[in-house]
């Protein structure tokens, strides 16, 4: 037994959406590595906080309002992916394509503006931060590169796909 569309006359939506699912999941990747490292390398290995520039009190409030951001960014990514899913709009490559991109840019944003251009903060102190640095860049980059892969990828292949 079928059960009706619910949305009738919405067959044009149901077009796979490649570039509103790359933007979607770009923001779920970048949220998911902002949470990766406020949870990681600021709570677990306790190696700095958002905002190192100031008192113990205005790191740690720091580092709560970079949890908030993130956690908000990836409630309404998700909302956003489960609508496109809703409308059968969710194109999986461009998707996939997207949550790399995201958390890639995410990370290369951190190691390149925070760290060096802005100074909010260093990887890791006391120690000599040069193989922190470049590891924590060439993540990104290497999460760029695969989001990169993924998105030719998925272009290729609907160009395959007939309309």
Not at 60 to 79: E, I, W
Not at 135 to 162: E, I, M
């Amino acid at each position: 037994m079928s059960t009706p569309d619910p949305w009738p006359g919405a067959a044009t939506a149901r077009r796979t959406g490649p570039r509103r699912s790359l933007l979607v999941c770009a923001v779920i990747g970048a949220a998911v590595m902002a949470a990766v490292d406020e949870i990681v390398f600021h709570q677990i290995l306790h190696w700095h906080h958002f905002y190192d520039r100031s008192t113990s009190d205005v790191a740690l409030m720091s580092d709560g309002l970079l949890h908030t951001a993130s956690l908000l960014a990836l409630v309404a990514g998700f909302f956003l992916f489960a609508d496109l899913r809703r409308r059968r709009a969710l194109a999986p490559g461009h998707a996939w394509s997207g949550a790399f991109l995201g958390a890639g840019a995410f990370q290369l944003f951190d190691g390149i503006v925070d760290h060096k251009v802005l100074r909010v903060h260093q990887v890791r102190y006391g120690v000599d931060v040069t193989p922190y640095d470049w590891a924590w860049n060439l993540a990104g980059l290497l999460l760029l590169l695969a989001g990169g892969f993924l998105l030719v990828r998925a272009r290729r292949a609907g160009r395959r796909r007939p309309s």
